[in-house]
């Protein structure tokens, strides 16, 4: 166990998780005092000493699903996907997936999973759904996984192929169609079960929209168990074929402040959104704690002599000011073409967050053209409008539609640029990809002249600079610095020290 | 059981006393008792934090719950709440301990004629101590829950304060020495995750994510806590409580809020929820007025427009 333990953890922290030995002992500790024959309770015991931030608990999930995975015959990975062995010891030929498993999880359904068709699964499917049988949802996943998925032995591939396979052959928007359609017209289908009250009160013929939406998310819930019950499904039967630590290697997935803005999927995009709203709270929170509690200023003639009057008018406590210091104004200018529009919008997002940390934030977008976007974020609580808006309205095709820094920055330095000042901070978002238009590098140079700091923020790594099209190593002579800035880590870094 | 072997190892550790509980499943039902519903991760935490002796840090979005568990348990086991509430600027003399100064000058005034060494050693005695809560949740004899709210609040620096009560329940108070616990107390450090605390305050406890809890967990809170509310409304509260979080709010709406909402629901007299009810209750689920007009749009807003 201790050696389980150990390689637990270690997959922990290849997966960015930080943990401390004292936390690894604390693990050990706990472990005696938990039944081992009841997973979750190790899950939540593992969790609680080992894991300490909520943002981590989906990377711990999957490492801890590979790590200590139902194992046994059942979920070997066979040719036909039979099961050796069984409790009540009927032959295998006849003890596909869903047999197998009504012997396992209590399920009555018999019969042979040979005979049935797609049809006929597609209807247990179904009935599944409508009825929120757990057992029998469990069943149609194993059984799904083990006809459709077209799992080979060995092959070094992650889960998502056969997950993908999977949910195609099921058709699952099919089904909620299918479930949302059939509901109120059929008062006898759907078996009355436990959470299906609207069922019982459907003898009205028509829903209410509200109705219909919670019926819509009942099933989408339903829906998504179901889903999860096949990534587990397939999880285990990858675990059984390769061991844990080939398979905890393939399904690591890097935690949400280390996905990289230029090859984010869409989950990770959404999981990026959701990381951006704590962290701009936090960071809003520590650059104020910075100017509250910064050096001592000069004596504070007035506050020593007030001060005095307890000592007896001997200024025993000297007081000093506390300086404010002023908060910077802020200029972004983000290239918004497709290639870096992910980054230029969590920038964006992320600077408007904090924009009270800031005394003014101004924002411009381009691509070839360049046009000024601060007021879409004015009053609008939504960021998402925000960039909505600035993706149909902001006027930034000149020619083209391909990015053209040099022009944006000149158009941008002619019609905007004498309102930088000495206490303007300059940030410039891009990948500086010019599609070998001309540089126009001086202007960054004369912003330069006119701000207090230039920074450029570039998403693609270090090694890829100046390679191609990109040319920002010419701009970059005229910045203060030029970040790389590929993740949320990364830019909460840069942003607490700006000042 | 093996508890306490595994912790006596370190010299001076105050004892652990007898383990409070039993099993998990004596939490959950003991948590339960109290009407507070534990899912199997709170109360398999809570045994644990008894187990192994250690804090737990609490953390979460604001409204799940994370208070109302140490006040829970403080009930379930008949122990004393204690509560250190945290705020910008929080100090040793309002945490710890802090000198009697009035007192201490009386003393000195009381008897002008004792030489210095024993007035020294007299006004630095434990009749001048102001126990502050963690003190005192350390000195008291009676089994004790101390519950350490909204740490995240606390500066940075302030955070080691607390680091020697919860790793090692003691206090040392130089004039007088070292005070240890006599009976290891159940600890809750509870935080709205507005900051990232710090590594060494982390490390030292048991870390407990609450979430708002599922449908079904949820529709049992409700049958819990608010009486006389049928099963058909609670399930449906349970439900367009789900249905408003699933949306892009700027605050979801908290399970004492949702309480407080089919509590509003039953005394109103409404037996099922419709659009009308719901548009018109719903500034008790949410305090924002764009979320209202949000979640109204969503909720009923298809109603509007046909």
């Known amino acids: 166990m201790l050696d389980l333990l150990a390689g637990f953890v270690a997959e922990l922290r290849l997966a960015g998780i930080p943990v401390s030995l004292s936390e690894h002992l604390d693990a050990a500790e706990a472990i005696p005092h938990i039944p081992l024959e009841d997973r979750e309770a190790l899950k939540y015991a593992l969790a609680a000493s080992l894991v300490k931030s909520g943002a981590h608990w989906r990377a711990f999930e999957t490492a801890f699903e590979v790590y200590f995975a139902l194992r046994g015959p059942a979920y070997a990975i066979d040719g036909d996907g039979v099961p050796g062995e069984r409790e009540d010891g009927q032959q295998p030929p006849d003890g596909r997936g869903l047999a197998g498993s009504g012997g396992q999880r209590g399920l009555g359904a018999g019969g042979s999973g040979d005979a049935m068709t797609p049809e006929e699964l597609a209807d247990l499917l179904y009935r599944a759904l409508a009825g929120a049988n757990q057992a029998l949802l469990a069943a149609v996943a194993r059984h799904a996984v083990a006809r459709f998925a077209g799992m080979e032995p060995g092959r070094p591939v992650g889960g998502t192929y056969y997950l993908y396979r999977t949910l195609r052959n099921l058709d699952l928007d099919g089904v909620l169609a299918r479930l949302m359609a059939e509901h109120p017209g059929s008062p006898g289908a759907p078996r009355p079960a436990p959470g299906e009250e609207p069922a019982t009160e459907g003898d009205a013929p028509d829903l209410t929209p509200l109705e219909t939406r919670l019926l819509r998310e009942e099933y989408q819930s339903r829906i998504d168990a179901l889903r999860r019950e096949i990534e587990d499904e397939i999880r285990r039967r990858l675990v059984a074929d390769r061991g844990s630590e080939a398979l905890a290697k393939s399904l690591r997935a890097p935690l949400p402040e280390d996905i990289d803005f230029m090859h984010a999927s869409r989950e990770e995009l959404a999981a990026l959104r959701q990381a951006l709203r704590p962290l701009s709270r936090k960071l809003a929170v520590r650059l104020a704690r910075k100017r509250r509690h910064g050096r001592k200023g000069p004596l504070d003639f007035r506050a020593t002599v007030r001060h005095s009057l307890s000592t007896g008018g001997v200024p025993v406590d000297p007081r000093f000011k506390f300086p404010r210091p002023a908060k910077p104004e802020i200029v972004v200018i983000a290239d918004i073409s497709g290639s870096v529009a992910s980054f230029a919008r969590f920038t964006l997002h992320l600077v408007h967050a904090i924009s009270s940390q800031f005394s003014q934030v101004r924002s411009f977008v381009f691509i070839d053209g360049v046009d000024e976007v601060t007021s879409f974020f004015e009053g609008v609580d939504d960021p998402v409008e925000a960039v909505h808006r600035i993706n149909t309205e902001a006027d930034v095709v000149w020619v083209d539609g391909h990015s053209d820094y040099g022009h944006a920055l000149s158009v941008f330095n002619e019609r905007w640029g004498m309102e930088i000042g000495p206490r303007t901070s300059v940030l410039l978002l891009g990948d500086a990809r010019n599609n070998y238009h001309a540089s126009q590098a001086w202007v960054v140079g004369d912003i330069r002249k006119r701000a207090r700091h230039v920074y450029w923020l570039n998403p693609e790594p270090q090694a890829y600079w100046d390679s191609g099209d990109s040319i920002v190593g010419e701009y970059g002579v005229h910045c203060d610095e030029v970040v790389e800035c590929r993740t949320l880590r990364q830019l909460e870094r840069f942003v607490g020290t700006l000042e | ?306």
């Not at chain 2, 709170?42 to 979005?61: F, H, M, N, Q, S």
């Not at chain 2, 829950?145 to 040392?172: F, H, I, K, N, P």
Request: with cysteine; hydrophobic share 40%.
């Open chain 2, 1 to 306: 059981m093996t508890s306490d072997t595994t912790i006596d190892r370190d010299t001076g550790f105050p004892p652990p006393g007898e383990p409070r509980f039993d099993s998990i499943a004596a939490v959950r039902s003991g948590l339960a008792g109290v009407d507070y519903l534990a899912d199997e991760g709170i109360a398999g935490i809570v045994y644990l934090a008894d187990r192994l002796a250690k804090p737990v840090l609490v953390e979460g979005p604001a409204g799940t719950g994370k208070t109302e568990l140490a006040k829970s348990v403080a009930r379930m086991t008949g122990s004393r709440l204690i509560r250190l509430q945290c705020y910008e600027g929080l100090d040793e003399s309002k945490a710890l301990y802090e000198w009697n100064y009035k007192k201490q000058l009386l003393r000195i005034q009381a008897d002008a004629g004792q030489s210095w060494e024993q007035l020294e050693e007299d006004i630095f005695a434990e009749e001048f101590l102001l126990a502050r809560p963690l003190l005192e949740a350390i000195r008291s004899p009676d089994p004790v829950v101390l519950l350490v709210d909204e740490v995240d609040r606390v500066e940075l620096e302030t955070e080691a304060l607390l680091l020697e009560v919860l790793s090692e329940y003691q206090v040392s108070i130089p004039e007088l020495g070292t005070v240890r616990a006599t009976r290891i107390p159940m600890v809750f450090l509870t935080s709205n995750n507005t900051r990232e605390l710090s590594e060494a305050l982390k490390r030292r406890c048991l870390y407990l994510h609450v979430d708002y809890p599922d449908l079904d967990r949820e529709r049992a809170i409700i049958s819990t806590r608010v009486p006389g509310i049928s099963a058909e409304l609670a399930d449906q509260v349970a439900r367009i409580v789900r249905s408003i979080r699933s949306m892009d709010l700027k605050k979801h709406p908290s399970v004492s809020e949702t309480i407080d909402w089919a509590r509003t629901l039953v005394v109103l007299g409404v037996e099922s929820i419709g659009a009308e009810q719901a548009r018109d209750t719903l500034n008790i689920l949410l305090k924002y007025r764009t979320d209202i007009e949000r979640a109204s749009k969503e909720l009923v807003g298809s109603d509007l427009g046909a």
